[in-house]
């Protein structure tokens, strides 16, 4: 407890005196003088009953005079002008008239609530919704400027009651300090120094001592409208802001009013996702609600959009995507989850969400092994959680409805009439004990990787707490990777595993006072030397009886931070590699047109090249380049216009086709030599240390499972996690035993179950690793790989749409294509495969294959005759995301346009690269968090919170799962 019984009891006495003396002066009777038509009432006659619990005047809540018979006189005036804009006020702020306008202010609440609620009133003073602490502590973490990973930051200064070494609750401190403003004499260079000016301009609108951008008067707001403190949760406004009060003084036409003059004991839904809509967004996740991808068309008529424009967004709305949450479907809100001390505090001061919120699954549902108690974690009983006869029920705080509370314990129990065999096996496992029940239950989940901020000091922007302009212009509503699809988890800071969410990891573009470009899409680091394009854990409030499949978590090295083939964002440069050398090419982003060569270097028959990219800024410093002639060829490339040998292995190779690097490894697929394995763990001295004899043309690593295109051989995995790699089985010949196709190319990605499009519960869509076989005479080849040793053929592609392509080059990609104004394209998240054909016709072909076992045709363009390489390279050009196929053929290289994959556009042209054979791009995995050694790549914001260590990781990827038989199966990959 924070106070003594005796300091409670004195407290409670001592409010208790407060209120009466404080009714006494104001006079009791005012009730029924108001009532009689005299005072306030005079003239707010039909004024709702603001407080029906007690009997409370209007002056013992707004201050003024109620014996007053002039408005001027009766009402509070306020002693300067409120500057109307959505600047913080000051703590103290001319009081009287804030009182009299918002009792529930929190400048004013001990005045107003405080004599009958003195601890609601502290505590909430104390609470995260008011010091907003963790989010800006966050922030200042993940972008280098603090090295404590919770720094005692708040909105404002603020102590707890107790003396700084009184024992505390896990994770409280004694006081929090205001988050300090932008210092102009930091180091320029430096992105932690610019990164300052964001918290004090952009992110003070989300706490309860302001009332963020819909000040009163402001119209177009909606969904925004909202009071300051208490009054945020305990009086509703509609969406418009506008009164429907029957008072008939108040103004019906200004924005800004509540809904009524009514307080709610337990606020709806509606009034709570006033606040949280942005962030992560469980606000809007809860209800089935998305924010919107950058670029989509905003229109009420585009389908998949909602109808209604909120917190100045249409937000998507689409079943099939993003389902509402199950509590939510069933008319259960907030509040019947969330306590008392979740949302107002206990009145210690944390610094993390996870410290003060207490509510779990458990609280209702239980365990496997045991039924719910109805307490918290932190001891709380839930009041309106009771077991009867037929079973838990749950009465709604809101509206007095009973749900039925389904307990885990009967889902695993045989015999019980909620028992279901499949979640028996999976939740009756011991290690399974260690996840959140969210893992396996959170339908979707919403990312935006790589938040992307500007500061640009040629214009002066206010600064909410100081209330002054000052020098650089931030904005920060600009997002560069969507995705509703991809799933991650980690260990959160409880030791449980959870799902990962991106946060708001930014990475940020500066100008300086004339508007140049000092740093663009810079990337932060933190003072761990890690990257700060972090995740985190989250409960995602997107839950469904549905749960996920086995193969997301169990298949899929991506889920476990290990990345996947999308998210990565190019930087600057391309190595060429081709008959006549290496050439690097510099991308134009904003004006591709321009891209253009750079700098060649003389390799003779360079056939395969990769970069070494910095594991935090996605820059290469290193390339390998792979020649028959020259043998394996390290090039310095940290000044990309004068790239230089510095070492080279001969007779490393023989017919050089594809590399790959892979944290300390680098691969090399060798043709008829078979695959290559080099330690590079000295980057410069590349040594062999083993290799594999099959035939290998083309390679896609997938964490411990290398996908090998093995000419005639077909398609071959490979189990990487030993110098040697060992075969996982002796492949397959998608063309037939008779007929075997020649395969040379090969790509893959995961796809994650997504929610039934039509069925709130119905089965989710089937998740599997697909692997992209290109052929040299029979097209492409789509093959589940999610076993590895056991692929299996689902289609070919093209089919019969082009006779006999033959395929120099494979690519799957997940991309979000953007609809059209009118509504006849839907806006869609989907997978594509990309691929080069050089016959019957040279060109570049699209295919949609979210449902890889029925491919359907998307788009295809001419490109230069001969192609025989394809990279993919995602190019952020704000506030547009745009998606380039990269081709080499003997006269060059050229750049297609594919973000709107039914038209592709060839964008670019490079001459200057004759005799054109591979290509390799500078780029930063956003979704990457561990490489390929185990080593950390992104931080992780809270403490205790981490991915999985290369042991835990390769063991999960080793369990056997359910599979459609409902059979438990090994993958045969990882024992």
Known sequence: MRLSLSRA???????????????????????????????????????????????????????????????EEAHVLPRQRPPGDERVLGQQWDTESTRFLDPGNLRVASLSCGPCHAKSVDDTMHSLHATTSGHLGDGLYENGVVSERHPAVSVFNVRDSLPDDAPRPLGAVPFLRQIGAFASG???????????????????????????????????????????????CHVAYADDGLSQSKDPVVDKFEPGHPREHRMVRFPPTDVCVRCHYGDASIGLSFRGLAQPVPGMPQTPDAPGLHRKRMNGAYYIDDPAASPADVHHQKGMHCVDCHTRNDVMGDGFLYRRMEDQVEIECESCHGTADAYATGTTRKGTKLTHIEKRDDGWWMKGRVDGTLHRVKQARDVVRPGSADYNSAAAMAMSSGDHAKLACYVCHSAWNPNFFGFHFDRNEAFT?????????????????????????????????????????????????IHDKDGAIQAEQELPVTRAGLSGMTMIHHQTHTTTARARQCAECHRSPAALGRGSANFRLAREFVAIGGDAGLRIVAIDRKTPGNTALVAALPIPQVRAVAYINDRLTGRASLCYAASPEEGLVVVDVASPGFPRVIDRVEGACVSPEALIVAGSRLYLADGEGGVRVFDISQPTKPRQIG?????????????????VAAGVRGLVALDVRDAVPRVLGEGIAPGGSTSPADCRSVATLFQYSRPHPDLLEGPRSKARNLAAVGTTAQGVFLCDVTEPAQPRVLARVPGDMLANPSVTGVALTTLYELGSEGGAIPSRERDLLVFAHPTPFPGLALFDVTEPVAPQFVGVTEVRAGGRALRLARVYNPPFLQTYAITVDPAGAQLVDISRPSKPVVAASVAGLPLGRCADIEEFPL?????????????????????????????????????????????????
């Open 9 to 71: 009891a004195l407290l409670a006495i001592v409010t208790c005196m407060a209120a009466a003396v404080s009714t006494a002066l104001i006079g009791g009777a005012a009730p029924a003088q108001e009532m009689a038509g005299t005072g306030c009432t005079a003239c707010h006659q039909g004024i709702e009953e603001m407080h029906p619990w007690a009997t409370v005047t209007c002056v013992q809540c707004h201050g003024g005079n109620d014996r007053a018979a002039k408005k």
């Open 186 to 232: 930091g180091e320029r260079e430096k992105l932690s120094t610019h990164f300052t000016d964001l918290p004090r301009k952009a992110c003070m609108q989300c706490h309860l001592w302001s009332r963020g951008r819909a000040v009163r008067g402001r119209a177009g707001m909606d969904g925004d409208y909202r009071g300051e403190g208490c009054t945020a």
């Open 461 to 509: 922007q206010l600064d909410l707490l100081a209330g002054t302009r000052t020098p650089g212009r931030v904005t920060t509503q600009e997002k560069v990777f969507s995705t509703f699809k991809n799933f991650y988890v980690g260990w959160d800071s409880r030791g449980r595993l959870a799902p990962y969410m991106v946060g708001f990891s930014s990475m940020a573009t």
């Open 691 to 707: 290799d594999v004899k099959l035939p290998a043309y083309g390679l896609s690593l997938d964490g411990p499972w290398m996908f």
């Open 927 to 975: 979704d990457r968090a561990v490489d390929a050694d185990g080593k950390p790549i992104l931080d992780v914001s809270h403490e205790g919170a981490r991915w999985l260590t290369r042991s835990e990781y390769l063991r999960v990827l080793g369990a056997p799962i359910l599979t459609e038989r409902g059979a438990l199966e090994p993958p045969g990959a990882v024992k």
